[in-house]
């Protein structure tokens, strides 16, 4: 007779199994730095689109840095922004692997759109702040110049940092607040919220996304609004996602056959 196994697995043998893809997600975070650093100038002339659309003659612009290491440091940080955008993917993967095993079969098919949907919210979020918000707000400050025939003109002559952080910070709010429905539907399923609470303090969460959209955002309008509108979309979309997944669960015992 065949010997039966323990369904218990050791707990060496998961922190070597999780060892094992951490190293997996690490080694591969440093070959997409690797690649991005070699090619970081490529990379950032394309994240320079959005500000040379809005130059009336790019060719008579420049970009500058102030400090000997401040361009080193600058490619470095797109290096590393680039590897962790590349790389999220794999990261989820590897804890979706490692934690379904030891999941239900009804759990995996909870929790597993989860995992599909986050890096598809963030990445529509990256998205939307490089192709539409980018561009409205670069229009907005340079309208600020002033190259009038008197006194001394008034040019923008952008540093090479300042612009990658405020790519990068538009970059990861977006990304992030679009997570919203992907924060819900995990406390919906913790019993946190519900979709009459969410119905109940609507005015509430949309002072709070305008409030945190004025705080993540450069200070003008178009961010703010840019950033706000879609996440209170999201905010309502997610009630219509919990109050289906409400009515699913609830109808799924009576569907089941009985024991």
Not at 131 to 137: D, Q
Not at 142 to 151: A, R, V
Not at 246 to 251: E, K
Request: aromatic letters at 14%; glycine letters at 4%.
């Amino acid at each position: 007779m065949q010997a039966s196994v323990d369904p218990k697995t050791p707990l060496l043998t998961h922190l070597i199994e999780l060892r094992r893809r951490i190293l997996m997600c690490f080694a591969l975070f440093i070959c997409v730095f690797a690649i991005a650093y070699y090619f970081s100038d490529t990379i950032y002339v394309f994240l320079q689109q959005p500000l040379i659309a809005a130059f009336d003659d790019p060719s008579q612009r420049r970009m500058i840095y102030t400090g000997l290491h401040e361009a080193f440091f600058t490619y470095l940080k797109l290096a590393f922004f680039t590897a962790t955008l590349v790389s999220m993917p794999m990261f989820l993967i590897q804890i979706w692997r490692f934690i379904a095993p030891g999941m239900y079969s009804h759990e995996k098919r909870n929790i597993s759109p989860l995992f599909i949907s986050t890096p598809i919210l963030f990445y529509a979020g990256a998205a939307l702040a490089f192709y539409v918000v980018m561009p409205l707000a670069w229009d907005f400050f340079i309208g600020f110049e002033n190259n009038q025939s008197k006194g001394v003109a008034v040019e923008l002559e952008a540093r090479i940092s300042e612009y990658l952080g405020i790519v990068i910070q538009l970059t990861l709010a977006f990304g992030l607040c679009f997570e919203l429905p992907v924060l819900l539907m995990v406390l919906a399923k913790a019993g946190i919220v519900t979709p009459e609470s969410l119905r109940r303090y609507r005015r509430h969460a949309i002072v709070g996304v305008f409030l945190c959209a004025a705080l993540l955002t450069p200070p003008d309008l178009i961010s703010q609004i840019a950033l706000g509108l879609p996440i209170i979309l999201l905010y309502e979309l997610s009630i219509l996602l919990i109050h289906w997944q409400t009515n699913a669960s609830a109808i799924a015992p009576k569907s089941s056959p009985s024991q």
